[in-house]
């Protein structure tokens, strides 16, 4: 018998494949073109139980601290984009890493952070997402120049990848994962004020608190 942790992985890089070669063939307008980039994320969500839904509340809190920001559409359009696709680098992580109960050996981390890196050979290869290359590959990088892959600091990382690091951030803090329980929010929000400037942009970092704090939880249509 073939254990699912293995057909998974296969058919999640099979799938990948077929979707994006979709992309690739795609002229329709954006609501297709985000429909497909939506598909193409829920591939992570198949190999790691524990994000369900992540990229959706990535893409909403990007969305909004967009707009509050005063950024044009089309820049606004792009940093949803990149949101949606920010992990998809981590169909090509073993699922024991992705899923170990328990905290990762520093070789295990490792190969985590070789995810940013796994996307970019499949964004390069779609004309309409080569401009997204930079915000995917950085969205790991800190504000004090000790993040990955490159170690860019404050606004030598593209302003999409500091974006999605506060909303990456603060989803994953305030879920649950294979190795704790989802922090609560006002424990997150703290760890979230300790690092501005450190791991975060200090003007994104107030935008999306603001955000938080009258809100209490952030939706595309604030």
């Known amino acids: 018998m073939i254990s699912g942790y293995i057909i ?25 073109f ?15 139980r524990y994000t369900e839904g992540h990229s959706r509340k990535v893409r909403n809190w990007v969305s909004v601290i967009g ?6 559409k089309r820049e606004v359009r792009d940093i949803i ?5 920010h992990d998809i680098g981590k169909v090509g992580i073993p699922d024991t890493i992705l899923n170990k109960p328990d905290k990762l050996s520093d070789i295990e981390f490792e190969k985590i952070k070789e995810h ?3 996307a970019l050979d499949s964004i390069r290869s ?16 800190r504000y004090d120049g000790n993040g990955y892959p490159d170690k860019l600091k404050g606004e030598d990382i593209p302003l999409g990848a500091r974006m999605i690091t506060v909303a990456d951030s603060f ?22 004020a300790d690092e501005k400037g450190k791991q975060f942009d200090p003007e994104i970092l107030d935008t999306f608190l603001e955000l938080i704090l009258r809100h209490g939880e952030v939706k595309e249509e604030l």
């Open 81 to 85: 984009t990149a949101a949606t696709l």
């Open 171 to 192: 989803d994953a803090m305030t879920s649950d994962r294979a190795y704790r329980k989802a922090y609560p929010k006002e424990k997150a929000i703290s760890i979230l």
């Open 8 to 32: 998974i992985p296969v058919l999640a890089a099979g799938m990948s494949g077929i979707i994006l070669d979709l992309i690739k063939k795609q002229k329709d307008g954006n609501e297709a």
């Open 116 to 118: 940013p890196l796994l």
């Open 67 to 72: 707009k509050r920001m005063g950024l044009d």
């Open 126 to 141: 779609i004309k309409r997402l080569r401009n997204l290359v930079d915000i995917v590959k950085h969205h790991h990088e």
């Open 34 to 48: 985000m429909s497909l980039m939506i598909s193409l994320s829920s591939l992570v969500e198949i190999k790691d």
